[in-house]
């Protein structure tokens, strides 16, 4: 299988890539890992006149500390998330995302931004992303803006993305000292695609009662879910597994998912509750865990 | 603009090459079809069984997602390359102590990811050699001694006596 022809360009800056893009308009597509597109290329479900390499462009990738929040270049691949310390340290949730994507190989080619502009609802950053309540850095020739996930996930594959923005940088508000993060996945058998998943964000009073939670569910519709009725049963209740999974129950409440040839509706709505269990049980037991200094370990 | 070629440089094997080609074509064909490497196969061609993996600047990858275009700059290992004056990568070797392979269409691919795997783990578990795995299809179902094959080399590769 062969895409169809197109004109490509191998941007060396930002700046270049923003040109093009502003000069072919919306028959331009931005290209960095190609792991989603070029599939979609080779089926012929895409045929963009011009693709506009990003791979080329310095300072796109790899994860630093900004301020309050963990900075993720666009750029980044899979395996360098899950493998990041910074990550695996402060948002073990988002490097347990991101190990479980695809297979070794795509992990090593695709990445975070590729993932989220292209806003799979089978996908696992998406879900993760908006647990932890991530923004998005969005570049154009105007300027910059920063959108939060919940309101860059318009629909399946539809994004907040404008036809001349080029997605730089996913950022992640550090979670507060007490704070636990977990994502759990029931993955199709085969494909590896998100069946149901769930990521959680929990936060922990140090007598062991709930601060704060967010939880979202991925699977149960065309973007990702807040469990709005999960998070505030478990507003200011203990952590203890009974009123964990009394919250979860709740995952799927207020959704509609469609039933599919592999899991219908009442098996993806019953998953979303045993799943959102099992990373808000993960998180929690994580937020519980005295926070190790450098020195420590 | 459209259709116009594009120059690529790329190190394969240790070799460098020029090309010229079109932007539409694929790494996995690039280097079967214009650098006459074709012990890189092309199973699935819809990147999930893995016969196209081979390292792009050190990682391994499946080539028949990635455009030829992509890779300029870039240094590639092949199932080729692995051989050194004649002797065979310990993983190579591997698959033939432990019969490793049946029909042999997956195995350059599950090579190189293996070869992947021991540079970035020298003694993995069997579980971990078979999440490695993941993306490798082997058709004859011959995982067991795909695996066997692997820990023969990992071993070899820490220096440590194998036994035939």
Same mark, same amino acid.
């Given at each position: 299988?062969?895409?169809?022809?197109?004109?490509?360009?191998?941007?060396?800056?930002?700046?270049?890539?923003?040109?093009?893009?502003?000069?072919?308009?919306?028959?331009?597509?931005?290209?960095?890992?190609?792991?989603?597109?070029?599939?979609?290329?080779?089926?012929?479900?895409?045929?963009?006149?011009?693709?506009?390499?990003?791979?080329?462009?310095?300072?796109?990738?790899?994860?630093?500390?900004?301020?309050?929040?963990?900075?993720?270049?666009?750029?980044?691949?899979?395996?360098?998330?899950?493998?990041?310390?910074?990550?695996?340290?402060?948002?073990?949730?988002?490097?347990?995302?991101?190990?479980?994507?695809?297979?070794?190989?795509?992990?090593?080619?695709?990445?975070?931004?590729?993932?989220?502009?292209?806003?799979?609802?089978?996908?696992?950053?998406?879900?993760?992303?908006?647990?932890?309540?991530?923004?998005?850095?969005?570049?154009?020739?105007?300027?910059?803006?920063?959108?939060?996930?919940?309101?860059?996930?318009?629909?399946?594959?539809?994004?907040?993305?404008?036809?001349?923005?080029?997605?730089?940088?996913?950022?992640?508000?550090?979670?507060?000292?007490?704070?636990?993060?977990?994502?759990?996945?029931?993955?199709?058998?085969?494909?590896?695609?998100?069946?149901?998943?769930?990521?959680?964000?929990?936060?922990?009073?140090?007598?062991?009662?709930?601060?704060?939670?967010?939880?979202?569910?991925?699977?149960?519709?065309?973007?990702?879910?807040?469990?709005?009725?999960?998070?505030?049963?478990?507003?200011?209740?203990?952590?203890?597994?009974?009123?964990?999974?009394?919250?979860?129950?709740?995952?799927?409440?207020?959704?509609?998912?469609?039933?599919?040839?592999?899991?219908?509706?009442?098996?993806?709505?019953?998953?979303?509750?045993?799943?959102?269990?099992?990373?808000?049980?993960?998180?929690?037991?994580?937020?519980?865990?005295?926070?190790?200094?450098?020195?420590?370990? | 603009?459209?259709?116009?070629?594009?120059?690529?440089?790329?190190?394969?094997?240790?070799?460098?090459?020029?090309?010229?080609?079109?932007?539409?074509?694929?790494?996995?064909?690039?280097?079967?079809?214009?650098?006459?490497?074709?012990?890189?196969?092309?199973?699935?061609? *819809?990147?999930?069984?893995?016969?196209?993996?081979?390292?792009?600047?050190?990682?391994?990858?499946?080539?028949?997602?990635?455009?030829?275009?992509?890779?300029?700059?870039?240094?590639?290992? *092949?199932?080729?390359?692995?051989?050194?004056?004649?002797?065979?990568?310990?993983?190579?070797?591997?698959?033939?102590?432990?019969?490793?392979?049946?029909?042999?269409?997956?195995?350059?691919?599950?090579?190189?990811?293996?070869?992947?795997?021991?540079?970035?783990?020298?003694?993995? *578990?069997?579980?971990?050699?078979?999440?490695?795995?993941?993306?490798?299809?082997?058709?004859?179902?011959?995982?067991?001694?795909?695996?066997?094959?692997?820990?023969?080399?990992?071993?070899?590769?820490?220096?440590?006596?194998?036994?035939?």
């Amino acid at each position: 299988m062969f895409p169809a022809s197109f004109g490509y360009f191998a941007a060396r800056s930002l700046e270049e890539a923003l040109e093009l893009l502003t000069k072919h308009g919306e028959g331009a597509k931005l290209l960095a890992g190609g792991h989603s597109l070029i599939p979609a290329m080779k089926l012929r479900l895409a045929s963009p006149r011009y693709l506009i390499d990003l791979g080329q462009v310095p300072g796109l990738s790899g994860v630093r500390v900004d301020g309050d929040s963990l900075a993720i270049g666009a750029l980044t691949v899979h395996a360098d998330v899950a493998s990041s310390d910074l990550v695996r340290q402060r948002l073990p949730g988002l490097a347990e995302a991101a190990a479980v994507i695809g297979d070794v190989q795509v992990r090593n080619r695709g990445t975070i931004g590729g993932s989220v502009a292209h806003a799979d609802p089978a996908a696992d950053f998406p879900v993760i992303l908006t647990a932890l309540a991530a923004s998005f850095v969005l570049v154009s020739p105007a300027g910059k803006r920063t959108v939060a996930a919940e309101k860059f996930f318009i629909d399946f594959f539809t994004t907040a993305l404008a036809p001349n923005e080029v997605l730089t940088e996913i950022r992640v508000p550090l979670p507060p000292a007490g704070a636990g993060t977990a994502y759990a996945k029931l993955g199709h058998p085969a494909s590896g695609y998100v069946v149901v998943s769930a990521g959680a964000l929990v936060v922990r009073q140090p007598s062991g009662r709930c601060a704060s939670a967010r939880v979202a569910i991925g699977g149960l519709g065309s973007v990702p879910i807040r469990a709005t009725a999960t998070e505030t049963a478990l507003q200011g209740q203990p952590l203890n597994p009974e009123v964990i999974a009394a919250a979860a129950a709740k995952a799927a409440e207020g959704t509609d998912p469609d039933g599919d040839l592999y899991a219908s509706a009442d098996y993806k709505r019953h998953m979303a509750a045993v799943y959102a269990r099992r990373a808000i049980e993960k998180a929690s037991e994580r937020a519980s865990k005295k926070v190790k200094t450098r020195m420590e370990i | 603009m459209k259709d116009e070629k594009i120059i690529l440089t790329v190190t394969a094997n240790g070799v460098k090459y020029e090309a010229e080609v079109e932007p539409r074509l694929l790494l996995v064909y690039f280097l079967r079809e214009h650098l006459g490497l074709t012990g890189t196969h092309v199973g699935c061609d *819809t990147s999930q069984c893995g016969a196209c993996t081979i390292q792009l600047n050190g990682r391994a990858v499946k080539s028949c997602t990635i455009l030829a275009v992509q890779a300029n700059g870039a240094e590639i290992t *092949t199932v080729e390359g692995l051989a050194r004056e004649g002797a065979l990568h310990p993983v190579q070797e591997g698959f033939r102590e432990k019969h490793g392979l049946q029909c042999g269409y997956c195995t350059p691919g599950m090579i190189m990811t293996a070869v992947h795997l021991l540079q970035t783990n020298p003694d993995p *578990t069997d579980d971990e050699i078979k999440h490695a795995l993941e993306g490798n299809l082997c058709r004859c179902t011959g995982y067991i001694n795909i695996v066997e094959s692997i820990k023969w080399a990992a071993e070899k590769m820490r220096g440590n006596h194998v036994s035939r």
